[in-house]
């Protein structure tokens, strides 16, 4: 499991606005990950909508497809992972409005799979590289909500 918090001294509309758009998710994502969304654009956010892209992980190519199990603006919504490199991927960002702005959430449930061998995985690559991803996150979705 992963989980992020991001205060904002923003309305709560003002910071879910960005994560409306499913072309800012290359805007939030390391560029050592080669991302690529190769889903039509613009995706209509809604539960339901699937968005499909490419990355490249360790230099070993992916092809990720996720759908938007929930979609409750400007409060919540959760991405699932259909097809890609997780045996589980279930990642809910939420938007609470708090006193001088916005706090917001994101919580990752994640499992590697392959067993003890993912375990170990996860232990020694995974997790770190999550790490990584969602340190350069939370400095591109401060500068995306910002600007």
């Excluded at 490249?56 to 699932?80: A, K, L, N, Q, Y």
């Excluded at 890609?84 to 499992?111: I, K, M, Q, S």
């Excluded at 799979?113 to 401060?142: K, S, T």
Aim: no cysteine.
């Amino acid at each position: 499991m992963l989980e992020r918090e991001q205060f904002f001294p923003l309305p709560i509309e003002r910071v879910f606005a960005p994560f409306a758009d499913a072309a800012n998710l290359q805007a939030i994502t390391p560029p050592w990950l080669h991302f690529r969304i190769i889903s039509e654009l613009p995706i209509e956010m809604r539960e339901g909508a699937a968005i499909e892209y490419r990355l490249r992980f360790h230099g070993v190519p992916v092809r990720w497809r996720t759908v938007i199990e929930s979609w409750e603006p400007p409060h919540r919504f959760t991405d699932v992972q259909k097809r890609g490199p997780f045996a589980l991927w279930h990642h809910t960002h939420t938007f609470e409005a708090v006193e001088g702005g916005t706090l917001a959430r994101d919580r990752v449930r994640y499992r590697v799979g392959f067993g003890p061998l993912g375990e170990a995985a996860n232990a020694l690559i995974v997790g770190r590289d999550l790490e990584r991803i969602f340190d350069f996150r939370y400095d591109a979705v401060q500068e995306l909500v910002t600007r």
